[in-house]
């Protein structure tokens, strides 16, 4: 087995010394590059299977190495780091019988088997979705799922611990570097983070727009940091009309024609992305999924406070229906809202009543009442009891985790 591979390292070897790559044409050298990454996945393979063979039998110590980890970091010239997601895979891949077999066929590179292992650990029920998000959307595609993977199996044991650790780790740091530049670090909680991200990045958007009709260009950090400095110096910028008012709510007025930069407009939009069952359910399983694109995934909990929050994020509910266009100030109720309601209030949604035929809807809290037209504000209900809300002053109380809301009758009038 040893000499036939040292034979074919050496036809490699020979191989590549002898490429001419002025005689190959373009065609040719993408099917090489190809060819060389097919030979680079399976000799990954190889390595981190003999590697838990040489982990298993503890001959990584009689080398003087500190640790497995450190021994093949320095055979392979990677950092610890690198060394060690090999050793993830190799302990775990023996017990992951689809991943071993894609590892040992080439169809895994290294990095995407890290991704598929460590999340199969947390959950052995993913191993065949992360593979095949690994297959199809490569190796951005299966970090996404594998982050999915992960935070649903969090989600389902320590939801809570999470956000405390996230709260207890927020800090902002300042110091002075060698150039006396006034520095500092951030980090936030995810969904505080974001919006200040994406509140800089369209900030400084506009700053480069106005540089570029000046004809100056400075770099995307430099215009970051305009918009940083401009959170807090309004005087340094131009303000039309009126002042930030939140993340997530939209001013419709017309930006700014002139050179300088006008603050007038500010449209932060940060979406949370959500299944709709595990919305309802309150908490997700495993392939559900509950995101902010770009930062990964957050708890249900979470969704549900920025979706009775309105204004703030703006949550989206996976596969097709748009909360943007069923959360809204009026009557009228767009048709994937009704699918919603439909679909979530199969029968009246008083406790005790389980009629299904004729059922109206009901606003929770009135129209007149500034009450929204939502998912969250709406119950279906049948005749008898929308009549008792509309005629007789009777109120709807919370739903209980079923779904059903308690009636909750008129207070005697004051004698
Ligand atoms: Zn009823």
Redesign the pocket.
């Known amino acids: 087995m040893l000499s036939e591979l040292h034979c074919l390292t050496a036809t490699l070897k020979t191989s590549v010394t002898a490429l001419d790559m002025d005689c190959i044409d373009g065609s040719v050298a993408k099917k090489l590059v190809a060819t060389f990454a097919e030979i680079e996945r399976v000799a990954a393979a190889g390595k981190t299977l003999a590697m838990a063979r040489v982990e298993s039998t503890g001959v990584w110590s009689t080398s003087g190495a500190t640790s497995s980890a450190v021994w093949l970091a320095d055979v392979t010239g990677t950092s610890i780091g690198a060394a060690n997601d090999t050793l993830v895979i190799a302990r775990s891949v023996e017990s992951m019988p689809e991943t071993n077999s894609a590892l040992r066929n080439g169809r895994l590179s290294a990095a995407q088997a890290t991704e598929v292992v460590r999340a199969t650990v947390k959950d052995p029920t993913a191993e065949q979705r992360l593979l095949e998000s690994a297959r199809r959307d490569g190796l951005a595609g299966v970090k996404r799922e594998a982050a999915r993977v992960i935070a649903s199996a969090r989600d389902q044991q320590d939801q809570a611990a999470v956000a405390k650790r996230q709260r207890a780790l927020r800090s902002v740091y300042f110091f002075r570097d060698d150039n006396g530049m006034e520095c500092g670090t951030y980090r936030l909680e995810p969904t505080v983070g974001i919006v200040l991200r994406r509140r800089l990045e369209k900030d400084a958007n506009r700053f480069f727009n106005a540089a570029r009709r000046q004809g100056t260009r400075d770099t995307p950090n430099n215009y970051l940091a305009d918009a940083l400095a401009a959170l807090f110096q309004p005087e340094a910028t131009e303000f039309k009309g009126r002042d930030f008012k939140g993340p997530g709510i939209e001013d419709t007025q017309a930006e700014g024609t002139g050179s300088e930069v006008s603050r007038t407009v500010v449209n932060v939009e940060v979406n949370v992305v959500v299944d709709y069952e595990p919305l309802l359910r309150g908490h997700l399983l495993p392939g559900e999924k509950c995101e902010i694109p770009g930062v990964g995934p957050i708890s249900i909990e979470r969704a549900r406070n920025y979706l009775l929050d309105g204004a703030f994020l703006k949550v989206l509910i996976a596969k097709g229906v748009d909360i943007r266009t069923v959360c809204h100030y009026g009557r009228t109720i767009p048709a994937e809202l009704n699918t919603a309601l439909r679909y979530r209030d199969p029968?009246?949604?008083?406790a005790?009543?389980?009629?299904t035929k004729g059922?109206e809807r009901h606003h929770v809290q009135a129209v007149a009442e500034d009450g929204q037209t939502s998912l969250f504000n709406l119950r279906r209900?049948?005749?008898?009891?929308?009549d008792l809300f509309s005629h007789h002053r009777y109120t709807l109380g919370l739903p209980d985790p079923a779904g059903k809301c308690r009636l909750i009758p008129p207070k005697p009038p004051d004698p």
Do not use: Q
Request: glycine share 6%; hydrophobic share 25%; charged share 20%.
């Open positions: 029968t009246c949604a008083i005790g009543c389980e009629r059922l209900v049948c005749e008898h009891h929308h």
